[in-house]
T-cell receptor
């Protein structure tokens, strides 16, 4: 069965420090991978996605993620954290098979940014 | 701008009193989803539509129903809300022939008193 694991339910960094949020997946077929961000009392916003092609993908707000098939990982990074990055981050995977229209979600990682 | 709209943003209902949440979209996407999200948890898919084709999740309680009268609108009906149904309800859309990335509305926060 497909699954998504986000290591660390809460990550705290200092403003200006590197942000690293970890996501590992299990899938028997090539997946599509997504990172979403959710601010308090808001819906989810797509940060970036990997479908095919280049394994390093860039998203909004300076975030990027690298698909590593050998490690079944899709970790999210940002070189320098801003206070405005404090939010909940969700990794999700879509199994690219047939007409599958659903995403499998990780449990989320809450990012705190300290001044 | 094309978007997903949810009304109301905040809804208070009484225990057992039926409530309807609405979602509309200007993206013209074929697929619409309803999620339930409780505090500090991942979104939980309740059901989704592909056009008029309704797809229920196996563990969605019968208390939750949905209607999609046309491409643009989708409704979530909670027939007899219990205290455990207090949550954020998220509507999302996606488009076939793509990676099926989902576009979310701002959500409706449901409180049950």
């Amino acid at each position: 069965a497909q699954s998504v694991t986000q290591l660390g339910s809460h990550v705290s960094v200092s403003e200006g420090a590197l942000v690293l949020l970890r996501c590992n997946y299990s899938s028997s077929v090539p997946p599509y991978l997504f990172w979403y961000v959710q601010y308090p009392n808001q819906g989810l916003q797509l940060l970036l996605k990997y479908t095919t092609g280049a394994t390093l993908v860039k998203g909004i707000n300076g975030f990027e993620a690298e698909f590593k098939k050998s490690e079944t990982s899709f970790h999210l990074t940002k070189p320098s954290a801003h206070m405005s990055d404090a939010a909940e981050y969700f990794c999700a995977v879509r199994v690219n098979a047939g007409n599958n229209r659903k995403l499998i979600w990780g449990l989320g990682t809450s990012l705190g940014v300290n001044p | 701008d094309a978007m997903v709209i949810q009304n109301p943003r905040y809804q208070v209902t009484q225990f057992g009193k039926p409530v309807t949440l609405s979602c509309s979209q200007t993206l013209n996407h074929n697929v619409m989803y309803w999620y339930q999200q409780k505090s500090s948890q991942a979104p939980k898919l309740l059901f989704h539509y592909y056009d008029k084709d309704f797809n229920n999740e196996a563990d969605t309680p019968d208390n939750f129903q949905s209607r999609r009268p046309n491409t643009s609108f989708c409704f979530l009906d909670i027939r007899s809300p219990g205290l455990g149904d207090a949550a954020m309800y998220l509507c999302a859309t996606s488009k076939p022939g793509t990676s099926y990335e989902q576009y979310f509305g701002p959500g409706t926060r449901l409180t049950v008193t």
